[in-house]
């Protein structure tokens, strides 16, 4: 159990880190005396190992939180060498950013959880009361679904500009649910909620039109994407309403710097998801290529990134925390 007595003698150490590892980043390591580069190594070992006492404590999580972030922002200075900006944005996404989404894991599951009680209310309340999905999606989309048309259509006269304005659209929302951590999470959380309902109610209103197979055959290959860069993005709002709400050992203040440092962090992994998404959804969903080569898309998409998720950075991730 870590007493406050610990932290305390402990606390000297971790900012000692942390004004040295800002030091090494605005002015690089040789900016350090001899003495300063055996001291920075020195806290780096000794806070690693106050890293693994914390874990050992559940109720610490907020703790671990921060030392994890101050280890990796040491970490990557001490072993940055004369790496290429591609290279470290490659390693980044390669082997950090896995580890970061499993330490996030349950922030994005809480994004799902909301996402699918929308999903159960907009399909129950389009079966239980039509006058709400009337109300909902408005007779525009309501006539073109009942005659048998789908109003992704348009998307194929325009694809590059369509492709364009789907991306900024998508990378928009995934932003704001981020944002919306910093109201406590009710707006990321009303965005959670709200795109359920909607996907709710369209898909129903199209298994009702007998239409679900052509709106399958519209989401296929993008969705597999699309729907988890959302539910990271509202993964990495959570992580900063949980540092605002429960602070735990650390002031407000410094909890929701750390918690919005690992927020951004994990919506960074995002952006190219979202851009080859969008690439999908403008140029090979709305087309007349087979449903089978969409949802093999789809479903390649979608196994590659759990595999790049669950499995990424484990080969070094007890050297290298995250």
Known sequence: MISNRWIEQRQSSWSRLDALTRQVEGQGLRSLTGAELREFGLLYRQIAADLSAVRADRAASTLEAHLNGLLSRAHNRIYSGRKTGFVAVARFMWQEYPRIFRRMFRYVLMSVAVFAVGLALGALLTLARPEFMHLFLGPQMLSTIEHHKMWTQSIVSVKPQASSAIMTNNIGVSFMAFAGGITGGIF??????????????????????????????????????????????????????AGLLFPGVLKRKDSLVVAARDAVRLLAGVVPLLVVAGLLEAFLSPSGAPFGVKLAVGGLLFTGLCVWLVQGGRADSNQNPA
Do not use: K, W
Not at 199 to 217: E, K
Not at 224 to 240: D, K, N, Q, V
């Open 188 to 241: 990321t959380l009303y965005l959670m909620f709200f795109n359920g309902l909607e996907i709710g109610v369209i898909a129903t209103a199209c298994s009702q039109a007998h239409m679900l197979r052509d709106l399958l055959n519209f989401v296929a290959a993008h969705s597999a994407l699309e729907l988890p860069s959302i539910f990271i993005a509202g993964g990495a709002g959570f992580r900063i309403a």
